[in-house]
């Protein structure tokens, strides 16, 4: 039996070129040690180089005896091999299984010893069993079609991450070492039930081979295979989606919502996922509950906003989904002129709001402001106020001639003192019109709302709406104030 009646050999050719290094993952097991032969054996034919490396666990006493074996067939072999420890598991570690905790920590070691040895590739021995049992376990956990496909070739970082074994069953692995008279180790770990993946190996696959279907493995694998290539192909129509909604928006962190309820929600999904981990830099991988959460958001069944794991979250506003990084601090900051609490976040929100509104006035004011006169300008008054983009402004406000005194100066009784706030509960443009349903028209963000500042007189007569001259000559037609900002 040749190395390619094991190996995909498509794969390798299309990867490794002559004199390209890969690094092999050789842990003692069967699919491992038939990795580290055949690749050896296709090495000598194909030109590429290659180097083992030996991870120890720190979980079982055996594994001295292990990594003996494995040098001793690199030797034979003439392949070089490495030796690393991982960190031992602690209390600072929680928050994963034991599982996740060491193929975390194996990968860390892996892509080190990959960097300092000089090579671009890794290959591991995930054979069409390890397939078949991944396939199960992210079925029962309720994985979509993104976690239940798989990908033959993939990246760890910045390097190529390949499963030459990948369509190969454990029987023909075996029968290949036989040949060769390949020793290999059996990990005592592999018994225990107490994993799931030793429970799906040792109890349910048995179980739907006896009772049900006695190739289920093929079965199982082929539609695996399937689902795969109809991922991939969404995957392809969903990136280029992306990039015309990236381009529609201008802003990676937006994704119009509108437009997205015209997809299949499978494609919708896709966009959504791709949107998270792509174009907005999500740490953590969206669980298939957040993403079905966020498509109830895009149909508008769902609250308006939706939390991922990590700390950060998805919001829906004016027909868009807006992504919003983990915050520190996401206690409120007090109320707004009498209003009800604001969150930290919506201060954040706000902020990356204004600015994309170059010519909006956003702040946060306790209390009312008070203009105070100009002193070479009779009848303009002035006030400075920090913005929520952490610039100071001046607003100056003149009013019309005939409001000024005779005498030329601009001192002004009690009816007619100037003041800047927010907006507060009940406040109106007019009788029939109020100041709420006037910004939802414009489509200001509700988020944004409670900064807007507001050019008020002593009767709380509004006068005028600072940074946003088409509402603000609106409302001052009448009036004739003049309001200017200038930025210091």
Same mark, same amino acid.
């Given at each position: 039996?040749?190395?390619?009646?094991?190996?995909?050999?498509?794969?390798?050719?299309?990867?490794?070129?002559?004199?390209?290094?890969?690094?092999?993952?050789v842990?003692?097991?069967?699919d491992?040690?038939?990795?580290?032969?055949?690749?050896? =054996?296709?090495?000598?034919?194909?030109?590429?180089?290659?180097?083992?490396?030996y991870v120890?666990?720190?979980?079982?006493?055996? /594994?001295?005896?292990?990594?003996?074996?494995?040098?001793s067939?690199c030797?034979k072999?003439?392949?070089?091999?490495?030796?690393?420890?991982?960190?031992?598991?602690t209390?600072? /570690?929680?928050?994963?299984?034991?599982?996740?905790?060491?193929r975390e920590?194996?990968y860390?070691?892996?892509?080190t010893?990959?960097?300092?040895?000089g090579?671009?590739?890794?290959?591991?021995?995930?054979?069409?069993?390890d397939?078949?049992?991944?396939?199960?376990m992210?079925?029962?956990?309720?994985?979509?079609?993104?976690?239940?496909?798989?990908?033959?070739?993939?990246?760890?970082?910045?390097?190529?991450?390949?499963?030459? &074994?990948?369509?190969?069953?454990?029987?023909?692995?075996?029968?290949y070492?036989?040949?060769?008279?390949?020793?290999?180790v =059996?990990?005592?770990?592999n018994?225990?039930?107490?994993?799931? !993946?030793?429970r799906i190996?040792?109890?349910?696959l048995p179980?739907?081979?006896?009772?049900?279907?006695?190739?289920? #493995?093929?079965?199982?694998?082929?539609?695996?295979?399937?689902?795969?290539?109809v991922?991939?192909y969404?995957?392809?129509?969903?990136? #280029?989606? &992306?990039?015309?909604?990236?381009? &529609?928006t201008?802003?990676?962190t937006? &994704?119009?919502?509108?437009?997205l309820? #015209?997809?299949?929600?499978?494609?919708?999904?896709?966009?959504?996922r791709?949107?998270?981990?792509?174009s907005?830099?999500?740490?953590t991988?969206?669980?298939?509950r957040?993403?079905?959460?966020?498509?109830?958001?895009?149909?508008? /069944?769902e609250?308006?906003?939706?939390m991922?794991?990590?700390?950060?979250?998805v919001?829906?506003?004016?027909?868009?989904?807006?992504?919003?990084?983990?915050?520190?601090?996401? !206690?409120?900051?007090?109320?707004v002129?009498?209003?009800?609490?604001?969150p930290?976040?919506?201060? =954040?929100?706000? !902020?990356?709001?204004?600015?994309?509104?170059?010519?909006s006035?956003l702040?946060?004011?306790?209390?009312?402001?008070e203009?105070?006169?100009?002193p070479?300008?009779?009848?303009?008054?002035?006030?400075?106020?920090?913005c929520?983009?952490?610039?100071?402004?001046?607003i100056?406000?003149?009013?019309?001639k005939e409001?000024?005194?005779a005498?030329?100066?601009?001192?002004?009784?009690?009816?007619?003192?100037?003041?800047?706030?927010?907006?507060?509960?009940?406040?109106?443009?007019?009788?029939?019109?109020?100041?709420?349903?006037?910004?939802i028209?414009?489509?200001i963000?509700?988020?944004?709302?409670?900064?807007v500042v507001?050019?008020v007189?002593?009767?709380?007569q509004?006068?005028?709406?600072?940074?946003?001259p088409?509402?603000t000559?609106?409302i001052?037609?009448?009036?004739?104030?003049?309001?200017?900002?200038?930025?210091e």
């Open positions: 039996m040749r190395w390619d009646a094991v190996l995909d050999k498509q794969l390798i050719k299309s990867r490794l070129t002559a004199g390209s290094k890969v690094l092999l993952g842990s003692g097991g069967a491992s040690m038939c990795l580290l032969v055949a690749m050896a =054996e296709a090495a000598e034919e194909l030109g590429f180089i290659c180097r083992a490396l120890n666990h720190l979980t079982r006493p055996t /594994t001295g005896a292990e990594y003996e074996l494995v040098f067939q030797r072999l003439g392949v070089p091999c490495g030796y690393r420890e991982i960190e031992r598991l209390k600072k /570690t929680t928050g994963k299984t034991i599982e996740e905790y060491l920590q194996r860390q070691c892996l892509m010893e990959a960097c300092e040895s090579c671009k590739t890794i290959a591991l021995g995930h054979t069409a069993d397939l078949v049992e991944t396939f199960l992210h079925l029962v956990r309720g994985a979509g079609a993104h976690g239940l496909s798989f990908e033959r070739k993939s990246k760890l970082g910045t390097l190529d991450l390949l499963r030459p &074994l990948w369509a190969t069953p454990r029987t023909r692995i075996l029968t070492l036989q040949e060769r008279d390949v020793k290999f =059996e990990d005592e770990s018994a225990l039930l107490e994993f799931t !993946r030793n190996r040792h109890v349910l179980l739907l081979e006896r009772e049900f279907n006695p190739r289920v #493995r093929e079965t199982l694998f082929r539609t695996a295979t399937q689902l795969t290539q991922h991939a969404v995957e392809k129509v969903a990136l #280029r989606k &992306l990039r015309y909604y990236s381009r &529609l201008g802003d990676p937006r &994704l119009p919502a509108e437009r309820q #015209r997809l299949p929600e499978i494609l919708q999904a896709e966009i959504v791709l949107w998270l981990q792509q907005c830099g999500c740490v991988k969206p669980s298939s957040e993403l079905q959460q966020i498509l109830r958001m895009v149909k508008g /069944t609250t308006r906003r939706t991922l794991r990590g700390g950060a979250m919001l829906s506003s004016g027909g868009q989904l807006i992504y919003v990084s983990a915050l520190q601090d996401v !206690r409120p900051i007090g109320s002129s009498g209003g009800s609490l604001i930290q976040i919506n201060v =954040e929100l706000a !902020r990356r709001w204004v600015e994309k509104e170059a010519q006035v702040a946060y004011l306790e209390k009312p402001m203009l105070s006169p100009t070479d300008k009779p009848n303009s008054y002035v006030a400075r106020v920090k929520l983009d952490g610039k100071v402004r001046r100056h406000v003149e009013l019309p409001d000024a005194q005498d030329g100066k601009a001192a002004l009784d009690a009816a007619t003192l100037l003041y800047l706030r927010n907006r507060r509960p009940g406040d109106r443009i007019s009788r029939s019109k109020r100041l709420k349903s006037l910004l028209e414009q489509k963000p509700s988020y944004v709302r409670d900064f507001l050019l007189d002593s009767k709380e509004l006068l005028g709406i600072v940074g946003f088409e509402l000559e609106a001052t037609k009448k009036s004739g104030l003049v309001v200017r900002i200038e930025t």
